[in-house]
DNA sequence: TAGACATTAACGATGCGTTATGGTTT
DNA sequence: TAAACCATAACGCATCGTTAATGTCT
């Protein structure tokens, strides 16, 4: 007879539990060698090296499933396995430090600024979320690169310029001025510019940018970002933006 | 009365599902405000505004306990909230960016290496769980970064001068040789060298070594790397090291 | 009356931890 | 006979997805 242990045996060498072992038993991933008369599990040296395999393969992040694919079927499915798995762990640590660094700029709203609430909170998170709704990976990665660059102070600054924007183009349009006057057009260029500088005149970052005013609703998008503008404003803002094109 | 929604109604404006809603309803997290006299649940927009509040929190990765926590009681707590967040979502990174390495490097030899197998990859995953356990997550940042340093190639013959080096070791002994003989304190200046070369003279990662060997045994580390050394080879080594330390 | 929508109830998935109850080995 | 060790069985966790059987609104 070759050497072959029983459960507690075979726990304490690999540091597993016995409740482990008899799981991967009743799922079928390592079954005994055989049993004694009265029922006792005793594991051979196979099934020793098929537990190593397994508990390295669970290092890895594979699922018990994967794991028995992996050893029952030829090693031509490990490959795939592993890949499959660099992909999951690419896509976790790509979410997890863009996840990362909203959490720390938010845990320094909630420190710094006094009227920084929940309600604030949220409606920053809800921007985040329409942007990984509409903004690819790669463009989310490029938004980020360029925040970096043109620094907190510069976006603060713009918010305020499309506030005043905003407030200038009310005016306009309270006061009955034709969208195409000049005034208006020199308005529609600043909003272009500052469209521009967001989007870096990456092309797909403004259609994607385009794409979700259209589905979310220009108001909608503004107010994530705290800001309320009139129903009617974006129309005439945009006839403006037309006469401009037209010009051209 | 104000503004009340039914279930469907609140579940297709934030996305949700009806059957997440009643779970929120179960646990106590998301309560209807009331009821019809039929016991279909009613939604003012209290409730809309704290289940945004929800949502939001989710995505930061905070449990559905955490974030009844954070918006039952003051505001203080999810400040610390989000501290912990930050903190579980860089030891996920943390441990992510290793195992990335460690996989790609896997799936690498499995594709070039000839005789790469599953249990050349379980001895692989074995050293990766022993070094986890034995160096710190600093440690293992550095080691990481020698190794890229070197290169995988003078890893490659470094491997081959410890064999040779436990091969010279293997013969002096059968011969009987003195450890302290001259031939003997070479080979254990050489395996100090290689030791240095390995650590870079870090004093804490030597400690954390030794510590390995002392308590995992020198031969199954070694094993671990696909080496055999024979029973009292180390002590024997071990003496002409002693020796080479009494001459300085 | 049909069709959309609501209700409660209960199992499923993941990978075991944790009792509970009782037999086996030494 | 006591101390370890073993067996099976079943609930628990976290967060809902997924039927299922049945009642309500319009």
Redesign the interface.
């Known amino acids: 007879m070759t050497t072959s242990m029983r459960v507690g045996d075979l726990a304490k060498r690999t540091g597993l539990t016995v409740r482990t072992l008899h799981h991967y038993d009743a799922i079928g991933l390592l079954r005994p060698s055989t049993r004694t008369s009265t029922g006792h599990r005793l594991y051979g040296k196979k099934e020793v090296e098929r537990l ?2 397994i508990t ?2 669970r ?3 594979l699922s018990l499933d994967e794991i028995r694919d ?2 029952t079927k030829p ?1 031509h499915s ?2 795939r396995a ?2 499959m ?2 992909e999951r ?2 896509e ?2 790509g979410r ?2 863009r ?2 660094a ?3 700029h ?2 320094d709203r ?2 710094t600024a006094e009227g920084a ?3 604030e ?2 409606r920053t ?2 921007v ?2 329409m942007h990984e709704k509409y903004y690819s990976p790669e463009q989310l990665r490029q938004l980020e690169q360029r925040r970096a660059e043109v620094g907190d102070d510069r976006i603060q600054e713009a918010q305020r310029e499309w506030q005043e924007l905003f407030t200038a183009c009310k005016k306009a349009m309270d006061e009955g001025l034709d969208p195409t006057c000049e005034e208006m057009k020199a308005l529609a260029r600043k909003r272009a510019a500052l469209i521009r500088e967001f989007t870096g005149g990456d092309l797909g970052i403004a259609a994607s940018l385009a794409n979700m005013y259209r589905s979310e609703g220009p108001a909608n998008v503004l107010a994530r970002h705290g800001m309320q503008v009139p129903s009617g404003l974006f129309e005439y803002m945009d006839k403006a933006t037309a006469a401009l094109r037209s010009d051209a």
Chains 1, 2 share one sequence.
């Open positions: 190593q395999h390295s393969l290092y890895l992040g992996c050893l090693e490990i490959e592993l890949e798995q660099i762990i690419e976790q640590i997890q430090t996840l990362r909203l959490v720390q938010l845990r909630l420190r609430s929940v309600d909170l949220t998170i809800e985040t979320i």
